[in-house]
């Protein structure tokens, strides 16, 4: 039986507190009439406290109509191991001399059983992060759609990924950028600062886009937890006024242009070819670029290339410098933002949580324990609640400053001259790319 979270609760106590009838609350949280009627009534009774209420076996035990025999079996085995969960533990049942041919519980009931005696790590409860209402595709720059081809051995060169842009509408091709990953084998992956030079480059090329569309990448999305709080990259984003969208998962035909595009710049720039150094591959991108656009027909576009089609892609209203964005970047559109989520998490054994890959200290007390943490707009910080809804703590929130979302780019600006040492690292061939972009323009 599937029961409610601690957020679907918390959800429909709030419904209920703005008077919405029972009908509307099941359709805005998915759950049966009678479900939400439940929850209101206990909501009614207890207040927040009656939310931690769980659902689960009667008071008699989990397990009871089982042997106390196999029941001790399961607990014994999981405190001297730990780490093996119901199916493990199942499986050593159906193994055990004492058991054969006995009725064996399932995973389900198996679980029940380690969550009485407290020996099943709890679990955050799901919550999504904050969806902007999108409007649809009606010109240029609307929506732009960014994506990552997969990474490929080209020699003299290095481990290459290519990282592509393009405009939802005209279907312009905005950037093919070459991130390198390594010499001879892979030896990193692309990160928030590759991300945002490749998207400065265009910026400072087309203009800002409205929406930007992207998978799950792990720099876009967290997925590591049920209770995903916004990146970096992501809130970077919308300090410009950017709008993120992910597809959906295993959904590949939401970034149906970009990924046609892989095979696109495959096929015209790499296939069959040599470069001397990575600048060489990188200017061979750039020159094919204005092929694809002015010349290539696009069978979308009644055979026209994308920039005879669409010459209005030119022409970006929004315009972007990278000298421009401390004053383009406004942190009341990310406080705006995060007013709109809330997010769960489990203390840990020293008293704290993470929330963006930032530490916050609570209290060793409340190790173990779920949270709830929300933004409250009117003075800017996080407050932290426990389950029951009891106010812990508030925060300052980390990492959210103008020069914590800009990464390198901050330091550069302020710089009366750029210099760097002999030899270059990536990170720093990133770095006198990104400061080429403010003599090109």
């Known amino acids: 039986m599937i029961s409610t979270e601690l957020v679907d609760r918390i959800r429909i106590s709030e419904l209920v507190a703005e008077g919405q009838d029972d009908q509307t609350i099941a359709k805005a949280v998915g759950w049966s009439v009678y479900t939400v009627r439940k929850w209101r009534y206990r ?13 689960g076996r009667p008071q008699k035990g989990a397990m009871n109509t089982y042997p106390v025999q196999m029941r001790e079996a399961v607990v014994s085995w999981r405190k001297q191991h730990p780490g093996w969960g119901a199916k493990t533990l199942r499986t050593e049942l159906e193994l055990d001399d004492r058991f054969k041919d006995k009725l064996l519980p399932s995973r389900r009931s198996i679980n029940r059983l380690l969550e009485q005696h407290h020996l099943l790590d709890p679990q955050e409860p799901h919550s999504a992060l904050p969806q902007v209402q999108s409007d649809e595709v009606q010109a240029a720059h609307d929506e732009w759609e960014i994506d990552a081809r997969g990474h490929q051995y ?34 990193r992956r692309a990160n928030t600062e590759d991300y945002q030079l490749i998207l400065r480059l265009a910026f400072s090329q087309w203009g800002l886009p409205k929406r930007l569309v992207s998978d799950h990448h792990r720099l876009f999305y967290d997925g590591k937890s049920h209770s995903p709080f916004p990146t970096r990259l992501h809130l ?12 959906r998962f295993s959904c590949p035909t939401d970034q149906a242009i970009t990924k046609r595009s892989h095979q696109l710049w495959a096929k015209q720039v790499l296939q069959g070819q040599s470069f001397n150094d990575w600048d060489h591959l990188f200017n061979a991108l750039q020159q094919r670029k204005d092929f694809l656009n002015y010349h290539l027909p696009c ?32 942190l009341a559109r990310v406080h705006a933002y995060l007013a709109q989520g809330r997010w769960f998490r489990l203390v840990s054994k020293a008293g704290t949580f993470s929330l963006g890959g930032q530490i916050y200290y609570l209290e060793p007390h409340w190790t173990g324990q779920q949270v709830e943490i929300s933004f409250v707009l009117h003075d800017l910080h996080f407050a932290v609640c426990a389950a029951d809804g009891q106010f812990i703590k508030r925060f300052f929130p980390k990492g959210l400053s103008i020069e914590a979302l800009s990464g390198e780019l901050s330091p550069l600006i302020n710089l009366p001259a750029f210099q760097l040492a002999l030899p270059f690292s990536w990170s720093e061939w990133r770095q006198i790319r990104l400061s080429d972009t403010f003599s090109l323009l």
């Open 236 to 247: 970077w984003l919308i300090a410009l006024g950017i709008s993120l969208e992910f597809g």
């Open 43 to 55: 909501y009614r009774d207890q207040g927040r406290v009656g939310l931690k209420t769980k659902m």
């Open 154 to 187: 080209i020699p003299e060169v290095g481990v290459v990924e290519l990282i592509n842009l393009n405009d939802g509408y005209s279907r312009t091709r905005l950037l093919s950028y070459p991130c390198l990953l390594g010499q001879q084998r892979l030896s």
């Open 299 to 330: 069978a979308s576009l009644d055979d026209l290339p994308p920039l005879v089609a669409h010459p209005e892609a030119l022409a970006n209203p929004r315009l972007y410098r990278p000298e421009w964005e401390t004053d383009l970047l406004d």
